[in-house]
């Protein structure tokens, strides 16, 4: 008991010595969130005395500790803002339009518009093999690695699985949650960069894919719609959700540094969803955080199907009837009369362990639209590498073994 309330009284020194500030004294005192917050909570009530910091333990005291990391938060904030703004400086509105080349027929049989679909990529999220139990891992390099997988592999699924076809472009919907982001504490002790440093690190890596398929296919049309990772704040806002999204600012920016290429048109939502047409064909992209529920033997269709109801209720009433919604977030990628569903390229991860949820490979979604029947081919994206060393494969690594076989 002893050596604890010792310990205990060297995680308060630490969070005194921080200003009040937890995450510096996980950092002076080497413990976790938990075990400094129940040792300044046992000192503020009067049940530690810790000697030196006395007259800190009164209300008084505990108050102007609290109230100091309060202006330290609000200080963080407002520079936080304060360099959004100057980001956001140089970024002008884009026009939200669809360009004519992807409802403007052909006369020739074999013309087609294929779909790459790119979301939950999850971008500078670490994922540890070991609390997975070795079936996925995820990090900067390996990210890397599957970013250009989709790319290269998506071409390789036009050009060479399905030869023959006069592909007048390639559509790139940019489903959300491109980055995990600072939406939970512990992404932000666990990411491998600073959001503002993963945005700028990022942007060079996705402008050389985006220009990969431009190369490969003539031209690209980019409708885009932001995740619920990208958000700044830990709640769900309905007013401003993408503008205050680094999805948003993200699609921006891409914009901006491709604003001289041709071949290259985005459309970038205002709002949660971006309807847009191939052909005759109507799509609307979406993330797919606004569904909720999904269990049993119906897993995520239950939600998705009512979800997908409403939706086509809605956009009827305004005469913007769809054909397929589209969306991320799930997960799960699947092909489903009027949906579909994204994988991501981030993989299997510790939440998704912890709650139980059904296996899934990095993968991604690709189909083919035709002038005449629509959607006609759809195939997965495969995003992981062959040099990764934990994979599905893997997970015999987990089990503890006595006795010979």
Known sequence: MANSEDRQRELVRAFVEAGGKINHAMKIAGASHNAINRAVGNWRRGALIVEGVEDLATTDGAQIVTLKAEVDRLRAQLEEQAKLASMFSFIKEATVKVPAWTIKHRTGSK??????????????????????????????????????????????????YLQ????????????????????????????ASTI????????????????????????????????????????????????????????????????????????????????????????????????????????MLAPLLLGDARKRQREAAVKRNYDYMVMGHWHQLAFVKGLIINGSV?????????????????RQAFWVTDPRHGVTITAPIHVIDATEIYTAETGHQATATMGTI
């Open 346 to 362: 981030k993989g299997y991860d510790e939440y998704a362990f912890v709650s139980n949820f059904g296996f899934e490979h990095p």
């Open 196 to 299: 503002f440093e993963s945005l700028l690190y990022w942007a060079e890596p996705m402008c050389a894919g985006i220009l990969l398929l431009r190369d490969a296919f003539g031209r690209v049309f980019l409708p885009c719609v932001v995740g619920n990772h990208g958000r700044r704040q830990r709640k769900p806002h309905a007013k401003h959700r993408a503008q205050d999204n680094f999805d948003w600012f993200f699609y921006h920016l891409l914009r901006k540094l491709l604003a001289k290429e041709k071949g290259i048109e985005f459309a970038i939502s205002e709002s949660a969803d971006q309807p847009y047409r191939v052909f005759d064909t109507r799509f609307l992209l979406t993330h797919g955080d606004q569904f909720r529920g999904g269990s049993g033997i119906s897993g």
């Open 164 to 191: 023959g076809l006069n592909y007048e472009g390639v559509v790139l919907p940019l489903g959300g949650d491109i980055f995990s982001g600072i939406i939970h504490e512990e992404l932000v002790e666990t990411n």
């Open 111 to 160: 013309s087609a518009i294929a779909t790459a679909f790119l979301s939950d990529v999850h971008l500078d999220e670490v994922v540890d093999p070991r609390e997975v139990n070795y079936v996925n891992a995820y990090d900067r390099a390996i990210a890397e690695k599957r970013l250009a997988n989709f790319f290269h592999h998506a071409i390789e699924i036009a050009s060479d």
